[in-house]
């Protein structure tokens, strides 16, 4: 699908075969602490390089240069955060002299390998600190109800809740990240697939662009895939 948009597209080219690995977009997640988008993995899985309007996407750079990168997207992420310029839920991905694209991270992006999701938002965490809460206040109060000889029985109730609120929660906050395993994978599509098959599940964030000329921020596209479409 990666492949047909930008054919279609007459601003976006893509040039080269990628030599990124699995492996590089796994520690990438890990460093941004949530997911990347699954369509825009694909994209550096196949292509050398991307542009729009003339100008590269950002892209991973290889490990031994990911801390200076321009290019990198982790390294400009870190930048926006430190020189308050974007917000810690705003992943940028293509720089232009008057506008910058880039995903809204949503909370439901947590890596499968249980790093913090550093964009949460605030509402987020409160709710997230309530909800535990309201989990330690229930056991108590149904620990110290329990009858001595139905502690047992109780208690192996409460574990099966535990566990069931805690898939429940798992199913709508977690958003699995790329796991590294296929080292001979060479090829884009070789990639892609052993991408897809190390279980990644489908993050996509909505698309926005900071408009300098107008002085906005605007919602530009559902999805990675809509910005290639509309660009």
Known sequence: MIGKLIQKSKNITAAGHSNIEPAWIAQAQRRLGFALPASYKQMLLRYASVSAAGTELKTIAP??????????????????????????????????????????????????DGSPNKARSKTAERTSDKAAGATVRDTVVA?????????????????????????????ETTCKAASATTSEATSGAMKEIASERAGDAPCEYKVYVRDYAQSEDRFFADDFYGFLEKF
């Open 63 to 112: 490990p031994e240069f990911a801390g200076s990168a321009d290019a990198d997207i982790c390294y400009t992420y870190e930048i926006n955060l430190k020189n308050g310029l974007f917000a810690a839920d705003e992943l940028v991905f293509l720089q232009l002299e008057d506008e910058e694209y880039y995903f809204k991270i949503s909370p439901a992006s947590d890596i499968a």
């Open 143 to 171: 620990t110290v109800a329990d009858g001595a000889e139905n502690r047992a029985s109780d208690d192996e109730a409460r574990v099966e809740r535990s566990l069931d609120a805690s898939r429940d929660m798992n199913a």
